[in-house]
């Protein structure tokens, strides 16, 4: 990883993306920054009592890019952030966090990785000015799911000091790239599966490379050999997703008991038939949004989820949220 003195000046092509400038009004400032992450507590501390606030912001699929700065030294407080983690890396100068598994102090060599549940407390120096790279839970989620090939129970807690120190982590040069690369935000655009790869590359080499609960299991996968009514119950579900099936009808056409085959998905996959048929029609629903989106059609959220047969529209726009991360028509908007 570049030197921060290096990066803060490969980092101003964001400057492209300016959220706010010199802002000095406290209540303000927290208002912006607070509507791109969080609503939280900002108090200026130390000598310098001049603010001066500097914002950039780059959204992305599952992504952001920001730098934040402030001139003088700030407290910040704020409940844990549920629905995303944040990488904090100091440019210039430096910040000590304390999160639920202890203090870590962020300076040129360390980033600190603040988790989804982590209630936080930060103090920043003065003129501290931070690379910010927001990940969705959902991505971090979905990504560790496809690599340990089922369905994960608890929300996964990385350990909060990330080394940024010259060294092979793959992670540091996916932040690095996504950090200072000028034609991002165009390539975003014309390119969106290049963005969603680095985007999964960046998750897959955190969950690989960065302590967590699941770190064992990640390296070490088990090796068990599903059995084939699994297999063919999935396929059955894959072909059938757009009818109206049951999971009876699922059992049946395997040729088992219903409560072999709910056994069986709680063994092998770690999950039930009746969750495993939601999220796969969840996943069609999303490819639909897309495609839509991109033919301008003027195809509506309701018609696309009631043919992928979901009739309680708010429970499906919530558990839509709650696996991508974005309601349904946010996919189809955006």
Not at 169 to 175: K, L
Not at 233 to 254: C, F, G, R, W
Not at 318 to 325: A, L, P, Q, V
Request: aromatic letters at 8%; a neutral charge.
């Amino acid at each position: 990883m570049q030197k921060t003195n290096e990066l803060s000046n490969l980092t101003k092509w964001l400057d492209q993306f300016p959220l706010f400038h010199s802002g000095d009004e406290v209540d303000e400032v927290r208002q912006k920054v607070g509507h791109i992450f969080v609503p939280h507590n900002l108090n200026v501390i130390g000598q310098e009592q001049h603010l001066s606030a500097d914002m950039n912001h780059l959204n992305l699929e599952n992504t952001s890019v920001n730098t934040l700065k402030y001139g003088a030294g700030v407290k910040i407080t704020c409940d844990p952030f549920e629905k995303f983690l944040l990488i904090m890396l100091p440019m210039t100068g430096v910040m000590d966090a304390e999160v639920e598994n202890g203090r870590v102090k962020a300076c040129n060599d360390v980033a600190a990785l603040i988790n989804t549940s982590d209630p936080l407390s930060m103090n920043w120096g003065e003129h501290c000015n931070q690379l910010i790279i927001r990940v969705n839970k959902s991505l971090i989620e979905r990504t560790c799911e496809t690599l340990l090939g089922h369905p994960i129970k608890e929300d996964v807690k990385f350990a909060s000091a990330l080394d940024m120190s010259k060294g092979h982590n793959i992670y540091q040069s996916v932040i690095h790239m996504l950090a200072t690369n000028p034609f991002l935000a165009e390539s975003a655009k014309l390119y969106p599966l290049i963005t969603k790869q680095l985007e999964h590359l960046l998750a897959s080499s955190l969950l690989l490379n960065q302590q967590n609960q699941y770190t064992q299991k990640l390296l070490n996968p088990e090796k068990i050999i599903t059995p084939l009514y699994i297999k063919k119950a999935e396929e059955y579900m894959n072909e059938k997703a757009s009818e109206a099936i049951t999971l009876q009808d699922v059992a049946n056409n395997v040729g088992i008991s219903l409560k072999t085959l709910h056994n069986g998905f709680q063994k092998y996959r770690n999950d039930t038939p009746k969750n495993y048929l939601k999220n796969l029609r969840l996943e069609l629903v999303r490819k639909d949004l897309i495609a839509a989106k991109l033919e301008k059609s003027n195809t509506t959220v309701t018609e696309i989820a009631l043919r992928w047969g979901f009739i309680h529209l708010s429970h499906f726009s919530e558990s839509y949220f709650n696996k991508f991360g974005e309601y349904p028509s946010a996919t189809l908007k955006n």
